[in-house]
């Protein structure tokens, strides 16, 4: 009971959230999760269980597709976004 205490609370990452890579940042300078006050939950099926290599797969996810969708704003117009088409190579 004492111990359930003390624990980190799990999260599942969000690349979106500027803190949970600001986290993922620290563990790879220091390489340790020791000043994390969070544990980030593996979901079963995700890499055998690595969480390192869950986290850059959802980081190059997000930051790829952060690249190559863009947004366009016009004066008193919402927001679009446009996406990039996928092109086949032969």
């Known amino acids: 009971m004492i111990l359930d205490l003390n624990m980190r609370n799990t999260v599942s990452f969000d690349p979106s959230n500027r803190q949970h890579r600001q ?3 620290e563990f ?11 544990r980030f939950a593996v979901p079963s099926d995700s890499h ?3 969480l390192v ?9 997000y930051y790829v597709t952060r690249e190559f969708t863009k947004t366009v704003s016009k004066k008193s117009v919402s927001k679009k ?6 092109v086949k190579v032969s």
Do not use: N
């Open 28 to 38: 790879q300078k220091y390489h340790t999760w020791g000043r994390c006050p969070v």
């Open 23 to 25: 986290w993922f940042f």
């Open 53 to 61: 290599a869950m986290i850059q797969k959802v980081l190059l996810e």
């Open 81 to 86: 976004t446009i996406s990039v088409k996928k």
């Open 48 to 50: 055998g269980g690595d």
